[in-house]
């Protein structure tokens, strides 16, 4: 069985994209009277906005790899591909980075993990995250390991 994962929901993209688009332009503008230089530098930075906003990670996995892939569209930016095999077991664990998430991660030997999923501005672990946990453990015959709820 293969289990695709899309992150980035698409229901606001638009509206910020169409945002980052106008507050872009006009900044650009404005940037124009001063340095055509400085235009250059303002609009590659929120052009890159722009493309970083409309890009989606997609994840696959199936029983031998974990592919995480960036989409524009339906363009490729990158690909990247794990082997299952380097994975024994799944976790849940509410992580303090710059700020409080939770995040379902594979577990690979000597520490080594990749998180799949993650949940912004959270404190818990939600009942998706369970789900999904118990979903990659039955379907992949991963280990289920502990579960961290502090950070």
């Given at each position: ?119 912004f501005m959270t ?29």
């Amino acid at each position: 069985m293969n289990i695709d994962l899309k992150f980035h929901p698409h229901r606001k993209k638009p509206q910020y994209a169409a945002m980052i688009l106008l507050v872009g332009a006009t900044t650009t503008m404005w940037a124009t009277k001063v340095s055509p230089i400085l235009s250059f530098a303002i609009g590659s930075y929120w052009f890159f906005l722009l493309l970083k906003t409309m890009s989606n990670k997609v994840v696959k996995i199936s029983k031998t790899q974990v592919i995480i892939s960036n989409l524009i569209g339906r363009f490729q930016i990158n690909k990247k591909a794990f082997p299952m095999s380097n994975f024994y077991g799944v976790r849940n664990r509410v992580h303090w980075g710059h700020y409080k998430h939770c995040q379902t991660e594979l577990i690979g030997r000597n520490g080594v993990f990749l998180p799949i999923r993650v949940e912004f501005m959270t404190e818990k672990i939600s009942t998706e995250a369970r789900e999904l946990k118990e979903s990659l453990v039955k379907e992949f015959k991963l280990e289920s390991c502990r579960d961290f709820e502090h950070a």
